[in-house]
């Protein structure tokens, strides 16, 4: 590992006095020279994470980056944000640092996501509060004012409408041949 390379630290805030990260991690972090910012939103390392893996797959970066999330399940998103960097950053790695698991400290896999959804409590998808309906596609005639029908009829040159009439629009819709002589617009055009 290079020296400087960035490492991004997804913590909790410090409410309470309690340093968010252990002193012993963080000064292990500090001897391995690595470039550290901290953080306490997982969307927003997610945006660092990409921008980065952007300038990287541009070659503009050489570097990966380093993501640690510490004690993720305190933290909303961070498992989200692990499975994400994994999945969507291949150059970034991500570790997670847990104080009650042995090791402490570990890169994050994707069997990290299986355990936790084998631990979480099955969810129950939601029944609709509706029962949906039939959607068979059906013809709806208007009638229109005579105020928005001068809004919707605009004459051509000739003075043939621009808007259907309510035969040539079910035509339309059902695929019926016109009755008698084509009377297309372009016929009456031509005429």
Not at 21 to 41: G, I
Not at 92 to 114: G, H, I, K, M, N
Request: proline share 10%; aromatic share 4%.
């Amino acid at each position: 590992m290079a020296q400087n390379t960035p490492c991004i630290l997804l913590h909790e805030t410090c409410d309470d006095g309690q340093p968010p990260v252990p002193h012993a991690l963080l000064s292990s972090l500090q001897r391995k020279d690595l470039s550290l910012s901290h953080a306490h939103d997982a969307l927003t390392v997610m945006a660092d994470v990409m921008a980065r893996h952007r300038r990287m797959v541009g070659g503009a970066v050489r570097e990966p980056l380093i993501v640690l999330i510490v004690e993720p399940d305190r933290l909303e998103g961070a498992w989200e944000l692990a499975d994400a960097v994994h999945r969507y950053a291949p150059f970034t790695v991500c570790w997670l640092f847990q104080s009650e698991y042995e090791p402490r400290l570990r890169q994050y896999t994707p069997d990290d996501a299986s355990a936790r959804q084998d631990d979480a409590p099955p969810v129950r998808p939601a029944e609709p509060a509706w029962e949906p309906t039939s959607c068979e596609p059906r013809l709806v005639e208007y009638e229109a004012s005579p105020s928005s029908t001068r809004q919707l009829h605009r004459a051509d040159d000739d003075g043939a409408s621009a808007v259907l009439s309510g035969e040539e629009l079910r035509m339309l819709l059902t695929g019926e041949e016109p009755p008698g002589p084509s009377t297309s617009r372009r016929d009456r055009r031509a005429r």
